[in-house]
């Protein structure tokens, strides 16, 4: 006789810290799944009760008490609807990334996560004890196994499972957005699947915490490894999911199946999400930016409106002699085509007094880079300000290629509290506008096909200073995202010294990315947690 379990699949945006909100989120949505969708069981992401990754936040006894006080109010107040949640649990010194599944007030299962994660972004070691045993629980006559994100990387944890008699595992997870991510985690489940023969119901939170991007993309899969279902990545949304017991197993049954998206369009969907839980869940009204009539800034102001509106967000131009005539009416229009309010402030008054206050100490010297930076300084003094009286957050506008080799000034254009392409390359900034312009224009033509410039100094290109972004992306993809050497970076065909130059200028300026806002990781390694170079070192990179 088959046996059947509808389950819910809750694919929501949760705030670390924030376990009232969440809680409250958790039971309204397990009332949605029983009384909408009819479901036997509805599943959150991990860590569902106090957000992920909650950082030092697990330390604080605050948080240990409002996680305990919401396990017994989630118990309590859901009823007639299985529900399975995340949380930290605390057992004297020790605590557990754990989960457990609780019906009308009775724990049905309860399980501890086995495998940390501590590479990368994750340092999971540094708060949680391993869990040692599976957990089965049976409903509507399915037997189902619990896995937490890591464990489903690797064959022990669901194999013990199934030797616990699961039929199907159920993955809770807080896996972070990069390219290709979903891809990568369907082939390595597939190649779990292979090995057990068991089917894997993968559930997944979105939303954007700090420098992370959760993109969801629950899925389903079958025995054998075949994709049933699928979510729409980086939306919220509850899925109905049917397993079906049969006399040859437990058979998750197809449902739509949502297509994955190229690199372009799933990395714009990051900074997007990103930049608006960002603004949203630190409450800020709105945000402002400088439009320089460049790539960089064009796109975060075509990211921001699609983020939050257009009404929440202002662009200052801030012209100096040197600003040509294209770059101010590019800036101009895409204001008008994207509905910002746009302010043009030029910045040559408060130059000349800076240079004058200076003149005493510096002298009649040669102009030089103090002068460039002075320019980018007033700009940020300028942008700040606005921010200050406004409660507007400033975003700040630089891409990868730039925070890599120092091509941006420290209390100038570094300035803001946030920076949604931090971690894209030049090369990839220009893939997006093209991406962005595709859904409707943004971003004027001239933008994105004129050779791109500070306009600091008279006909300055960005190339006088740096390689051609199509040789310098290459080489940091390999030295930052890879860890090449100079000789296996060279053996890709590049000039050593070009190589050498540019790990000389990535090294140099380090003190300079630590001071720089936080931004949105999309890469396998950004500028940011999962980066930490020494700034002081005498490393020499062979020549």
């Known amino acids: 006789m088959d046996h059947n379990v509808k389950v819910a699949l809750a694919q929501i945006d949760l705030a670390v810290g924030d376990v009232a909100g969440n809680t409250d989120k958790i039971i309204a949505t397990a009332e949605r799944a029983r009384n909408e969708l009819g479901a036997d069981l509805v599943v959150f992401p991990e860590l569902s009760v106090c957000g992920y990754p909650p950082e030092d936040l697990l330390l604080h006894a605050g948080l240990r008490q409002g996680v305990e006080e919401a396990i017994a109010t989630i118990s309590r107040s859901v009823s007639g609807i299985a529900v399975l949640i995340g949380f930290p649990e605390y057992v004297e010194d020790d605590i557990y990334n754990a989960c457990a599944v609780f019906r009308d007030g009775q724990v049905l299962a309860h399980y501890r996560k086995q495998l940390l994660p501590n590479y990368s972004v994750f340092d999971e070691k540094r708060y949680f004890t391993s869990g040692k045993e599976p957990s089965v629980f049976t409903i509507n006559g399915v037997r189902i196994g619990l896995n937490i994100c890591e464990d489903v990387w690797s064959a022990a944890p669901i194999a013990a499972s199934r030797s616990a008699g699961a039929e199907c595992v159920i993955a809770i997870n807080g896996s972070p957005y990069e390219t290709s991510s979903q891809a990568n985690r369907e082939e390595q489940l597939r190649q779990r699947v292979s090995e057990l023969k068991i089917p894997v119901v993968y559930v997944n939170m979105v939303g954007g915490q700090d420098e992370l991007v959760f993109d969801g993309g629950c899925f389903a899969m079958t025995a054998d490894g075949d994709v049933c279902f699928r979510a729409p990545p980086f939306d919220e949304g509850l899925h109905e999911l049917e397993l079906r017991g049969t006399a040859s197993g437990v058979i998750p049954q197809v449902g739509s199946i949502a297509e994955l998206l190229d690199t372009e369009a799933s990395v714009y969907k990051a900074l997007v999400t990103g930049t608006r839980d960002y603004v949203t869940k630190h409450g800020f009204p709105g945000v402002i930016l400088g439009l320089s009539g460049g790539i960089d800034s064009a796109l975060v102001a075509s990211i921001a409106c699609d983020a939050i509106g257009a009404d929440h967000v202002r662009a200052v131009m801030m012209p100096f002699r040197y600003t040509s005539n294209m770059s101010q009416e590019d800036a101009a229009r895409q204001a008008e085509t994207m509905g910002i309010r746009y302010d043009v402030i030029p910045i040559e008054p408060m130059y000349e007094a800076t240079i004058a206050q200076l003149r005493p100490i510096l002298g ?54 946030f920076a949604p392409i931090k971690d894209c390359s030049k090369t990839l900034v220009y893939r997006l506008a093209h991406y962005r312009n595709s859904l409707g224009d943004a971003i004027p033509e001239r933008v994105i096909t004129r050779e791109p410039s500070a306009e600091l100094r008279p006909d300055q290109k960005d190339s006088d200073s740096l390689p051609d972004y199509s040789i310098l992306d290459p080489i940091l993809e390999a030295f930052i995202e890879e860890d090449l050497s100079v000789m296996e970076i060279t053996a890709r065909g590049f000039d050593r010294d070009t190589v050498i130059r540019t790990l000389e200028m990535v090294k140099r300026n380090e003190y300079k990315r630590r001071q720089a806002p936080p931004g949105i990781r999309i890469s396998p390694r950004a500028f940011g947690r999962d980066w930490r170079y020494p700034i002081t070192s005498g490393y020499k990179f062979p020549r």
Do not use: F
């Open 364 to 417: 009649e010297s040669e102009a030089d880079a103090t002068e460039e930076n002075i320019q980018a300084r007033c700009r940020g003094v300028l942008l700040m300000a606005i921010s200050n009286k406004t409660g507007r957050m400033l975003l700040t506008t630089g891409n990868k290629s730039e925070m890599a080799v120092g091509y941006a000034t420290l209390y100038g254009d570094m300035a803001g509290g």
